[in-house]
């Protein structure tokens, strides 16, 4: 995978505004990586601990039964932001070779700046939904069901984050249908 998150040549990569946004991109993207590895493995590892206990002992631990409805709303944001950021999401492509490169990078940035919008709006909402789900526990690890609600909190502001630079790559690159075209490497 390119460092760089502009795949196209044309575009400076010395304004300012683009290489803080590429450098917040990486950020988002290394986070919403490491967000769904550390879940996906942290589960694996309790369920096999509690597999591990149950044969030799006859008996449970219990928590590891819980790790599951911890983690997997983190697993899943992770995946969401990732997409969202590296653009691996359904899109209509027909549409967009209607449009001339300014007519779509306009409808692009008009799209990145709603959906930022929206998903700010959303991450807003989800800290009321945090202070509600506080006081209901999870009885084996004493853990706030808050905790995997603050997974929306990552994914709807990650989202938005993503929204916002892929707003600032639309804005400053030559032609932003070059834009979230694959690597190559990705293409198999």
């Given at each position: 995978?390119?460092?760089?998150?502009?795949?196209?040549?044309?575009?400076?990569?010395?304004?300012?505004?683009?290489?803080?946004?590429?450098?917040?991109?990486?950020?988002?993207d290394m986070a919403a990586i490491v967000v769904a590895v550390?879940?996906?493995?942290?589960?694996?590892?309790?369920?096999?601990?509690?597999?591990?206990?149950?044969?030799?002992?006859?008996?449970?631990?219990?928590?590891?039964?819980?790790?599951?409805n911890l983690l997997f709303p983190w697993l899943i944001m992770?995946?969401?932001?990732?997409?969202?950021?590296?653009?691996?999401?359904?899109?209509?492509?027909?549409?967009?070779?209607?449009?001339?490169?300014?007519?779509?990078?306009?409808?692009?940035?008009?799209?990145?700046?709603?959906?930022?919008?929206?998903?700010?709006?959303?991450?807003?909402?989800?800290?009321?939904?945090?202070?509600?789900?506080?006081?209901?526990?999870?009885?084996?690890?004493?853990?706030?069901?808050?905790?995997?609600?603050?997974?929306?909190?990552?994914?709807?502001?990650?989202?938005?984050?993503?929204?916002?630079?892929?707003?600032?790559?639309?804005?400053?690159?030559?032609?932003?249908?070059?834009?979230?075209?694959?690597?190559?490497?990705?293409?198999?």
């Open positions: 995978m390119a460092m760089d998150n502009v795949r196209n040549s044309g575009a400076s990569a010395d304004l300012p505004a683009l290489r803080i946004a590429n450098r917040v991109g990486l950020v988002l550390a879940s996906i493995v942290a589960i694996f590892l309790a369920l096999m601990t509690e597999v591990v206990v149950r044969y030799l002992t006859h008996a449970s631990l219990g928590w590891p039964n819980e790790v599951p992770g995946g969401i932001v990732l997409g969202a950021h590296r653009g691996s999401h359904i899109a209509a492509e027909a549409f967009r070779s209607l449009l001339t490169t300014e007519q779509l990078r306009i409808l692009l940035m008009l799209i990145h700046l709603l959906v930022a919008v929206a998903f700010a709006y959303l991450g807003y909402l989800s800290l009321q939904v945090i202070s509600i789900t506080r006081a209901q526990v999870f009885p084996m690890t004493g853990l706030g069901q808050a905790w995997a609600y603050s997974s929306l909190l990552f994914g709807f502001g990650g989202i938005a984050l993503a929204s916002l630079v892929n707003l600032i790559r639309v804005a400053f690159c030559d032609d932003p249908r070059t834009l979230d075209k694959p690597e190559t490497e990705d293409m198999t």
